[in-house]
């Protein structure tokens, strides 16, 4: 498949069916249409990518978005970056992706390895995100998820007050993906 976007920071390609275990994508979709909510989960990626080259050993991440179309979501070659979000279920250290508008939990991204393998599905598409592990974006989630364990913060509600209830609706909001699982393949 062609590639949509590439620069030192991703590549990103568009994935079809024939390209990931149907098996195991017909579970995660099951799962994530069940919660109805965006979902990430970590996979062995040589059990769920059937064409990449990659190492024994490394985990791809599949970010679910039932309900919202790739178009909403371009590719950026800027580097992703940590951030602390503050939700209603309390404060976590995120990776944002896909020009911020993506949160994801960094404990998601704890497998030390040379680069990330995101995999979204949206409604409309599949798309494969190739992101190099550098120090820097080490160091920051580092940092980010230190701050995020820090009892000096204002909660959600003291922020909500401050600044008036989130328009939900709003499409400048980035999505935090707060459900996230491990799924393990029993080998074949």
């Not at 978005?65 to 070659?77: D, E, K, R, V």
């Amino acid at each position: 498949m062609p590639v949509i976007e590439s620069s030192p920071n991703l590549v990103s390609r568009v994935i079809t069916d024939d390209e990931i275990d149907q098996e195991l994508a017909n579970l995660l979709r099951e799962d994530f249409h069940t919660s109805g909510e965006p979902s990430s989960y970590e996979v062995r990626a040589e059990a769920f990518l059937l064409h990449e080259e990659i190492t024994e050993k490394e985990q791809c991440v599949v970010v679910a978005l039932p309900g919202h179309l790739s178009t909403n979501f371009p590719a950026s070659s800027a580097p992703p970056d940590a951030v602390v979000e503050n939700t209603p279920l309390g404060r976590y250290a995120c990776v944002r992706l896909r020009r911020e508008r993506i949160c994801v939990p960094t404990h998601v991204f704890r497998h030390l390895q040379k680069r990330f393998l995101i995999l979204y599905m949206f409604d409309d598409a599949m798309f494969l995100d190739i992101v190099p592990n550098t120090d820097e974006l080490q160091e920051e989630v580092w940092i980010h998820e230190m701050s995020s364990q820090s009892k000096a913060h204002p909660s959600y509600e003291e922020l909500e007050s401050i600044f008036g209830p989130v328009d939900l609706e709003s499409s400048a909001l980035p999505i935090i993906v707060l459900t996230n699982r491990t799924v393990n393949v029993s080998e074949q």
